[in-house]
């Protein structure tokens, strides 16, 4: 988890921190999903994306990253799986 102060446009938008969006996998134009709950708005890619490779379709979350099948297949031969 990071954090970052960012102030609010006139427009009332926010930008996201590049190393944040590339942590996640966010491109321009993703959908996005914004929550207020309790005082605290939580902002969240509304559709996950494979950290590797850019794939939407298939993609799993692990440990808080998107992964599509095919890039969990490599990683899993590149560390000496069968
Ligand atoms: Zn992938």
């Known amino acids: 988890m990071s954090t970052a102060y960012k102030k609010v446009t006139s427009h009332g938008s926010i930008s996201i921190p590049v190393a944040m969006r590339r942590e996640l996998g966010i491109e321009p134009k993703d959908p996005?999903?914004?929550?207020?709950?309790?005082?605290?708005?939580?902002?969240?890619?509304?559709?996950?994306?494979?950290?590797?490779?850019g794939a939407v379709d298939g993609v799993q979350e692990f440990c808080g990253k998107g992964i599509c099948r095919s890039c969990a297949q490599k990683v899993f031969q590149k560390l000496g799986g069968e």
């Open 32 to 53: 996005m999903v914004v929550e207020e709950r309790q005082g605290e708005i939580r902002i969240r890619p509304y559709t996950l994306r494979c950290n590797f490779c």
